[in-house]
């Protein structure tokens, strides 16, 4: 099993620019998260969705959009980039919504210039 | 809300103990997890207690006292690849919420 795969790894992006985050997952999980996380903080929790065609907003969803057909794919939409959205980014499955375990991708660093 | 607060640096040397404490305030709390990250890695799991005590995986302890809303991750015979980020997390009736984060630093 490959895991939690995520493209690209790194990307630069001018503001108003738009770009997707693409994440997978072979492990048949019904949960998936898409996080943030800025230098010397947490993860911020930005979307999650709880199986295909169903999302939800995190914490910081602005800004973002997401979309579900497949258990396998949840790819992480920026629309216009700003440079506050200058971050790494995570996606993470699940096997429950509120499980105490995730399994993370690899990460996206992202810089918006 | 929910909020955790853990110690932002620490620093240990190399064949110690150290212990990383983790306070949360929350609803719907379910437990505690840990998690570790290395500089430029994705985060990993380590651990959780859903109860109160004392949980042990190999060299690391993680420990839950529900009625003070306090946790900690022990981790012994610090080695220097520990030297890395770990995270507190709660669960319950939300998705996972993180912490900021404890950096460790392990000396020789």
């Known amino acids: 099993n490959a895991g939690v795969t995520q493209t690209p790894k790194f990307r630069i992006l001018k503001i108003g620019q738009s770009m997707t985050l693409q994440c997978a997952q072979d492990?048949?999980?019904?949960?998936m998260y898409w996080y943030r996380q800025d230098p010397g903080m947490g993860l911020k929790l930005i979307y999650y969705?709880?199986?295909?065609?169903?999302?939800d907003k995190g914490e910081v969803p602005n800004g973002y959009n997401v979309s579900r057909s497949t258990t396998e794919d949840f790819p992480l939409r920026l629309e216009l980039a700003a440079p506050s959205q200058t971050s790494v980014y995570f996606c993470?499955?699940?096997?429950?919504?509120?499980?105490?375990?995730?399994?993370f991708g690899p990460g996206t660093r992202l810089t918006v210039t | 809300g929910q909020s955790l607060e853990q110690p932002s640096e620490v620093t240990a040397v190399e064949g110690a103990i150290v212990q990383i404490n983790c306070t949360y305030q929350?609803?719907?709390?379910?437990?505690l997890s840990w998690y570790q990250q290395h500089d430029g890695g994705a985060p990993t799991f380590l651990s959780y207690?859903?109860?109160?005590g004392l949980e042990e995986t190999g060299r690391f302890s993680s420990f839950l006292s529900r009625s003070d809303s306090y946790g900690y991750l022990l981790l012994q015979e610090l080695q220097m690849k520990d030297s890395a980020s770990y995270f507190c997390?709660?669960?319950?009736?939300?998705?996972?919420?993180f912490g900021k984060g404890t950096r460790l630093s392990v000396i020789a």
């Open positions: 993470a499955s699940s096997t429950g919504l509120y499980s105490y375990e995730q399994y």
């Open positions: 492990m048949n999980h019904n949960y």
């Open positions: 969705s709880v199986g295909a065609g169903i999302t």
């Open positions: 929350t609803s719907g709390f379910y437990g």
């Open positions: 207690n859903a109860l109160d």
């Open positions: 997390a709660v669960f319950g009736n939300t998705p996972l919420v």
